[in-house]
């Protein structure tokens, strides 16, 4: 069997002006705290490295209710762009990420899960299947829901970052920003 290879696609002009943006980021988890959630750390280390703003940050159990709140509560205050979750979309009893926040998106982003799932195939194999990695947009905010090891968050957030770049060409979700509320 051959591997399957995956290439970003796309360029950077780097003459284009580079557009800040406010992500916050959710850990959601039954067994990490604020020392133990090193994907969350991890991906807050890549958001700052990336140039972006670490808007918020915080770690709730694997609760719908307690999801819901935080992220809602993000979308609300209009001072967060872009929402990362890192945990929750396992298959387990406990993992509620998608049931708390799939029912909220005005729309889905299909195409994440599916790069997402291609990109983790080529670390972990079959095992990628067992991720309900997920995207969407909620009340004009995009949110990007990974599973909760560093591994993922890795590969979640390579396929997140060019998106997120505002140089990214053809075409970025930051150019798409302006115009998410329109009707």
């Not at 999801?67 to 298959?91: M, N």
């Not at 949110?143 to 998106?163: E, H, M, R, T």
Request: with cysteine; net charge negative; charged share 25%.
């Amino acid at each position: 069997m051959s591997e399957l290879q995956i290439r970003p696609g796309g360029k950077f002009d780097e003459t284009a002006p580079f557009k800040r943006v406010r992500i916050a980021v959710l850990s959601v988890s039954d067994t990490r705290d604020e020392e133990t959630d090193t994907s969350g750390a991890l991906l807050a280390r890549r958001i700052e490295e990336a140039g972006h703003i670490l808007a918020a940050r915080t770690l709730v159990r694997d609760d719908i209710d307690a999801i819901r709140e935080t992220v809602l509560g993000w979308v609300a205050g209009k001072e967060v762009e872009v929402v990362i979750t890192t945990g929750g979309t396992g298959l387990t009893g406990r993992d509620v990420t998608p049931e708390a926040l799939e029912p909220l998106f005005d729309k889905r982003i299909e195409g994440f899960s599916v790069i997402f799932h291609l990109i983790s195939y080529q670390q972990i194999g079959l095992s990628t299947l067992q991720s309900r990695a997920l995207a969407g947009i909620i009340d004009g905010v995009f949110v990007f829901c990974l599973p909760g090891s560093n591994g993922a968050v890795k590969d979640g957030w390579g396929v997140i970052a060019p998106q997120l770049d505002s140089r990214h060409r053809p075409c970025n979700l930051v150019e798409l920003m302006p115009r998410l509320l329109e009707r």
